[in-house]
């Protein structure tokens, strides 16, 4: 028996390697090959990559929203623990980014700023485009869920940070919920408690929308990084990206652990 279960120990680090390789191959590379197509158009096109944001936020997202959503069968339960994961996520990073820069000696503008960047992550340019192409299709309504939680909860956060000193919290509650993709949620979800049925010349054009989404953002992604400057990272901004890219990702993997959705 000694000899196969070597065998077996002895493939099982080449069978990771494989899996990783094709998680490279078929989902990372064609994110960045799109984004990277945008990239080399930003200067030659002179595309407003502002105007492509716009789009994608007040007329592709409320259509992904409402697309995925209404037609899908999702759990209350599930749905809970997902935006409970997201939230909490987002919290514990905001605290963990808020104590890394305030024992790096930032002031009380550059602590905001770091916490506010370090919670709002790429769930919408990024993440949803990676969940299709990791879990296919079926993965879309939990990640528009994700997508439109991260986006609330941040317009609240960063509105009410913003306007703190001028004015009470009615303002970013009224500009987190009214957003065009939060607006979305309760008409999908009314359409698909009650089983009806959109008609052609209402179904159709949602779903030509809600498909341009994630190519339409990746591109703008690649403008966007065509048309900065090169960066410089300092110890400020430092910060957000290591609670975006380490800290974030250990915090998800321990309340998923903790709240326990699977699949």
Known sequence: MNEPDTYAAKRRPQRQLSVWRRVALAVLTPVFVIVGIGYL????????AGTLSKLAYWIL??????????????????????????????VVTGLVATLIARAMGRSRSETSATML??????????????AAFAFGDQALPLAGIVMV????????VGVAAATSRTSGPTVAVRTA????????????????????TLPVFADRPI?????ALI?????????????????????????????????????????????????
């Open 41 to 48: 158009v930003a200067g030659r096109m002179k595309v407003d």
């Open 61 to 90: 997202g409320p259509a992904f929203i409402f697309d995925v959503l209404a037609g899908t069968d999702l759990q209350g339960d599930v749905v809970l623990r997902v935006v409970l994961v997201s939230l909490a996520t987002m």
């Open 117 to 130: 960047t370090s919670v709002h992550g790429n769930v919408g340019n990024f993440g949803i485009a990676i």
């Open 149 to 156: 939680t991260v986006n609330t909860a941040g317009i609240l």
């Open 177 to 196: 919920f009214l957003a065009p993709m939060a607006l979305a949620v309760l008409p999908a979800v009314l359409v698909n408690v009650s089983n009806a």
């Open 207 to 211: 779903g030509l929308l809600a498909n």
């Open 215 to 263: 190519p339409m953002m990746l591109l703008t992604l690649g403008i966007q990084l065509g048309q900065m400057d090169r960066p410089h990272v300092g110890s400020i901004v430092a910060a957000p990206i290591a609670a975006k890219l380490v800290v974030a990702p250990a915090v998800a993997a321990l309340i998923v652990a903790i709240v326990g959705p699977t699949g």
